[in-house]
């Protein structure tokens, strides 16, 4: 294919995707990680555009969207998806979601919660997780159990491994039994629910790697979401 065919063949995909966008055909998501306090009106800004421009989205809501194939409310659908499991989440940004009415979307990392308050700094420094200096002066920067439990009755909750460690073609598959399936059934048993969807990271799409989509299978997620889309595993 020529370079010009190139461009025009994605000018035209482009072009379709926008035209999709504008009537409603997708289902939007923005990902957000720490919510600090210092950034609170901030978030409320932005709750109050989303809350006038689209709706929340439930796992009933997918649900129905997949087996239909269409999305029936009258503003498009968008899913604000938490990374880690931060206290500031549910410090900052889990009021903004009861004041404007919309879902959240928790992907937390089992064994930040699962640390002693003394050691989650230090697990947060060896798994890539994202500290604010000084935020908490007692120290826990995770969702405790409790909170998350909270956050589990209206809203939802998915697992984002066990340890927050990356997922390749050449880890181990005891490592991938304890990130993807590990990690589901402690939140089920914490949280005495059904935990529907996985989110691992890097964003790799359902196939991209056969043997822990095996896993993810195999742990009974029916959803995975990738850095593009969110694939319905069952």
Not at 7 to 25: A, D, E, F, I, P
Not at 29 to 45: G, L, M, R, W
Not at 59 to 85: C, H, M, T, V
Not at 146 to 154: A, V, Y
């Amino acid at each position: 294919m020529s370079e010009m065919s190139l461009q025009n063949t994605n000018r035209s995909y482009l072009q379709q995707l926008t035209n999709k966008l504008q009537v409603g055909s997708y289902i939007r998501i923005i990902n957000y990680h720490n919510t600090p306090a210092y950034n609170a009106d901030e978030f409320d800004s932005q709750l109050k555009f989303y809350s006038q421009h689209f709706c929340p989205v439930s796992i009933q809501d997918l649900d129905d969207f997949y087996n239909s194939k269409r999305w029936n409310k009258e503003k498009p659908g968008l899913i604000l998806a938490f990374y880690n499991g931060y206290r500031n989440n549910y410090d900052v940004f889990y009021p903004l979601l009861e004041k404007y009415g919309f879902t959240g979307w928790f992907f937390v990392v089992t064994d930040f919660i699962n640390n002693p308050v003394k050691k989650q700094i230090n697990f947060a420094r060896n798994h890539t997780l994202n500290i604010i200096k000084d935020e908490y002066p007692d120290g826990r920067y995770a969702l405790s159990w409790r909170e998350l439990k909270e956050l589990s009755e209206k809203h939802v909750i998915g697992s984002h491994t066990r340890t927050h460690t990356q997922i390749t073609q050449t880890s181990s598959e005891e490592l991938m039994k304890e990130e993807i399936v590990i990690s589901r059934r402690e939140l089920e048993d914490k949280l005495n629910q059904e935990i529907p969807i996985f989110c691992w990271l890097g964003g790799e799409e359902y196939g991209f790697n056969k043997k822990a989509a095996q896993y993810v299978s195999q742990a009974g997620y029916h959803y995975l979401l990738s850095n593009f889309k969110i694939e319905k595993i069952k």
